[in-house]
């Protein structure tokens, strides 16, 4: 028997909720706190005192004995310093833990050495760490204690944003405020908000960690940079949906405990397709809070790992030939008085709301889809996004049949009288239920697909933030919900005005409504007719970020300023280049290190063996054909080492970062792969217990 876990009490224990302060803080504090959270505006200093010294005496009373400004830089991961509550003692040597207001609002690490793309010169070290009242402070528990974390915004001393939260809370701001005028045009004049509500499924591999620590690869770059096929992959499909074997239970078990403390509404788990590959998606939550949440997510699967023997990889492609993992980012839009603007309810052709909000995102997402291509890039995804896997590298908007049809009424008539209806399904077998089939089916291969009441933006990586593809789509449907409003406003006849609109919009952006397989090689070629954007890689994305339809649309709204803009270009040319840089350094120290002297030994052994087999007068032809075959292959190896070397330091010295990205990406990967291919050859041609590294077999089989 396992032990009882009740989730209802463990859930958010380590979280500062609502409710803790409403237990905790004087009820003036606490409305006030509640005011500022859903309204904006800032606490007044002495209920920041009061709520400061609430939190502490809660987090001290949990154990803790630090806190931290826990914030989100450029690297797309989290960062934290901390500081112990420990003040000067009195005369008498007492010492009372404090923590003030001030330091709860604003903090100020010495933060030289984050990424900021020219931001900040190293002599210009400010940057400050601001509260974001809206998402909660929790206990974070590992071998260093306990440790209060506030989750902050991180600027420059001049204001502009070093990190991925201030972006993202301005575009929740636009959306909020654009969306508001569309809901009020329809006459919903009580919502005070519109919310986006995101829901991040993450995928993730485990393997045994003993066997990762024998592969540098996986150490230095989180992906294995070399390794010849096992003979099964993920053919047979037993994987996906399967029985989850023990010790992967056992670590879900614990991951979701952890989670659950922290408030993280872990929900569904399952094995995906590839082997040893999991999933884990939490119930949507607002945008800040989900993208916080999400960090936690890959944080805790990481920790959590390491008790069980295990390593949680959450790069995007670590094993060449099997499936890679992303992030599905699920996303709609709510407002504060419950309104879901993208439930079509029954009978979507007469939910007028609902069908401009649709032409909205439609038109919003042809007129970006460069920009929504690049929030969905980082280097591990190259692997994935036009490869040869899933999704596709050209963003399309699925929609299914039912609003397909619907869509396609408007367009040629104006008018969409019917609706196409779900239906019974039925089973034939008359101890099932017959129920009623959803109007639509599914498309897995779809970037950016209808689900329902939400959109499902399938492109992002897995080891990724979710902050900038939120902050894209809040961004681009923002500006949308804009230009609509501010026809509609000035309409005489709203009604006839809004028809025009949406089949204007719809009219117009059709070309990026796609249903059919996003796999196929004719869709690459139908795309291409349509004249809709193909950015191949990772870096050919970066620059839609600087495009003069770019910076317009994040300075109209206040989301990106020119320059942060341009800091971001950089250091994404930079994180690509160095990414690239420490794969390729990986690779020859294991070629040079462990493949090549492996296989010398070998070829020694097999010479050998030639000579004593000839001595004792039998045949050694067959030796000789394998010694003959793994010495080409080590000369072939010896060669795209040598190869890789010279384009590794030719690399090294080039000083412009867009220059050195593109490099990287044509001359730099293409010998990685012409040393990968003769090593991987050889794996398959000596004795597995000579080769230095264990095997795909092991890492993934035999978890
Ligand atoms: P599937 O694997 O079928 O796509 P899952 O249930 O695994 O679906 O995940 C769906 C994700 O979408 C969950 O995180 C869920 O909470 C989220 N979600 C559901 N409804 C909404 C919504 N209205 N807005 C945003 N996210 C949503
Ligand atoms: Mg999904």
Redesign the pocket.
């Known amino acids: 028997m396992s032990e009882v876990i009740n989730v209802e009490e463990i859930f958010a224990s380590k979280v500062f909720t609502r409710a803790t302060m409403r237990e905790r803080l004087p009820k003036n504090v606490y409305k006030e706190v509640i005011r500022v959270m859903d309204n904006g505006g800032e606490l007044s200093p002495s209920a920041a005192d009061v709520v400061a010294k609430a939190m502490k005496d809660w987090a001290v009373e949990n154990g803790a004995t630090h806190y931290t400004h826990w914030f989100q830089p450029l690297t797309g991961i989290t960062a934290e310093k901390h500081d112990s509550f420990v003040s000067h003692p009195d005369e008498s040597g007492k010492m009372i833990m404090e923590f003030s207001g001030k330091e709860l609002i604003k903090g100020e690490p010495d933060a030289s050495s984050f990424p900021s793309g020219g931001l900040r010169a190293t002599f210009e070290a400010r940057g400050y760490t601001a509260w974001d009242i809206t998402s909660p402070a929790f206990l974070k528990e590992d071998a260093t204690g306990a440790i209060l974390c506030i989750p902050t915004a991180f600027c420059s001393y001049k204001g502009e944003a070093l990190d991925k939260k201030t972006p993202l809370l301005r575009s929740m701001e636009a959306i909020s405020e654009q969306a508001l005028r569309i809901v009020k045009l329809f006459g919903n004049t009580e919502a005070k908000k519109v919310v986006a ?5 993450q995928e993730y591999f485990l393997i045994d960690r003993e066997k990762y620590l024998q592969r540098p690869d996986l150490i230095f770059s989180g992906r294995t940079l070399f390794g010849a096929p096992a003979p099964k992959g993920q053919e047979l499909e037993d994987h996906y949906f399967g029985t989850i074997r023990e010790r992967v239970g056992a670590y879900m078990k614990d991951l979701n405990v952890e989670l659950w403390k922290l408030g993280v ?1 872990a ?2 788990q399952h094995n995906e397709v590839a082997p040893a590959q999991h ?1 884990l ?4 939550e607002t945008a800040n809070i989900a993208v916080d949440h999400n960090q936690l997510v890959m944080e805790t699967m990481k920790k959590v790992a390491g008790r069980h023997g295990l390593t949680c990889l959450l790069h995007e492609k670590p094993f060449a030939g099997v499936n890679g993992s992303g992030k ?1 980012n ?3 839009l ?1 407002t504060d008085n419950g309104v ?1 603007l ?2 079509p309810g029954d009978t979507p052709n007469e939910n007028i709301q609902f069908l401009l909000v649709l032409a909205c995102i439609i038109k919003a997402v042809d007129v970006h889809a460069d920009l929504l291509r690049q929030s969905a890039s980082d280097v591990g995804n190259d692997h994935r996004l036009g490869a040869n896997e899933a999704p596709p590298a050209i963003i399309s908007v699925f929609l299914g049949e039912q609003l397909e049809d619907v869509v396609s009424q408007l367009v040629e008539t104006g008018e969409a009288a019917h609706v196409l209806q779900g239906g019974k399904l039925e089973t034939g077998v008359s101890t099932l239920p017959d129920f009623t089939k959803d109007a639509t089916d ?1 498309n897995r291969t779809s970037p950016f697909a209808f ?4 959109f ?1 933006f399938r492109m992002v990586g897995s080891s990724d933030s979710i902050a900038s593809p939120n902050t894209i789509l809040n961004a681009i449907v923002a500006e949308a919900f804009c230009e609509a409003a501010d026809i509609l406003e000035k309409a005489d006849d709203f009604d006839l005005a809004v028809h025009d609109l949406i089949k204007e919009y719809l009219t117009v952006h059709q070309r990026i409504i796609f249903n059919g397989d996003g796999y196929s090689d004719a869709w690459v070629a139908e795309a291409k007719r349509r004249g809709l954007p193909n950015i191949k890689s990772m870096i050919e994305a970066v620059d839609t970020l600087t495009t003069e339809k770019s910076v317009s649309l994040f300075e109209k709204f206040g989301i990106f300023t020119k320059a942060e803009l341009e800091s971001r270009r950089e250091v994404l040319y930079e994180t690509y280049a160095k990414t690239i840089n420490i794969e390729a350094l990986a690779m020859i120290d294991m070629a040079s290190k462990q493949f090549i002297p492996a296989v010398v030994n070998y070829t020694r052994l097999l010479a050998d063996t030639v000579i004593a087999v000839k001595e004792a007068g039998a045949d050694a032809s067959a030796q000789t054909d394998i010694l003959k075959e793994v010495s080409q292959k080590l000369v072939e190896m010896k060669e795209a080492l040598k190869e890789l070397e010279r384009v590794e330091t030719e690399a090294g010295t080039m000083e412009n970062a867009k220059e050195q990205a593109f490099y990287y990406k044509d001359a730099v990967r293409t010998a990685m792969e012409k040393l990968r291919k003769p090593v991987d050859e050889a794996e398959m041609l000596v004795d597995k217990k000579v080769w230095p590294v264990p095997t795909y077999g092991d890492l993934i089989f035999e978890v």
């Open positions: 509500g995101v829901g991040a499924e509404t929900k569904t999933e998606a939490p119930i949507y599905h699920n996303w709609s709510g879901n993208l439930d599914r689900t329902g009441n939400k499902e």
